[in-house]
């Protein structure tokens, strides 16, 4: 578990680092991949969070709609569909795009 640690921390200061170098897609792909580290770990709740806010802030961002989806083709995230589902639509409980960039980048931080 402590690679896993590692690599969300990982996926953590990438996001900031992109985001603070002003490279906003490379900044939602780490957060994104963040979600789906999440959720192989078990951190359901938190990947789901994370998901909802990315997926919004791509939106607001004027992302292409697909860009998430190819996305997750490249991390085949189609594997870990059963444990959240990454897809789908956002969860009721999920704060989305409400979340700032630094509380996106905090649900990646080491517990």
């Known amino acids: 578990m402590r690679g896993g640690v590692r690599a969300l921390d990982a996926l953590r200061r990438a996001a900031l680092w992109f985001r603070q170098e002003e490279d906003?897609?490379?900044?939602?792909?780490?957060l994104h991949l963040g979600s789906v580290a999440l959720a192989v770990s078990g951190q359901t709740s938190e990947a789901t969070r994370l998901r909802d806010a990315v997926h919004g802030h791509a939106q607001i961002l004027g992302l292409p709609p697909d860009f998430l989806h190819r996305l997750g083709s490249v991390a085949d995230e189609r594997n870990h569909a059963e444990m959240l589902d990454?897809?789908?639509?956002?969860?009721?409980a999920s704060d989305g795009a409400r979340l700032s960039w630094a509380e996106m980048a905090e649900?990646?931080?080491?517990r």
């Open 24 to 30: 906003i897609t490379l900044s939602v792909v780490a």
């Open 86 to 92: 990454m897809t789908g639509a956002t969860g009721a």
């Open 107 to 110: 649900l990646l931080a080491p």
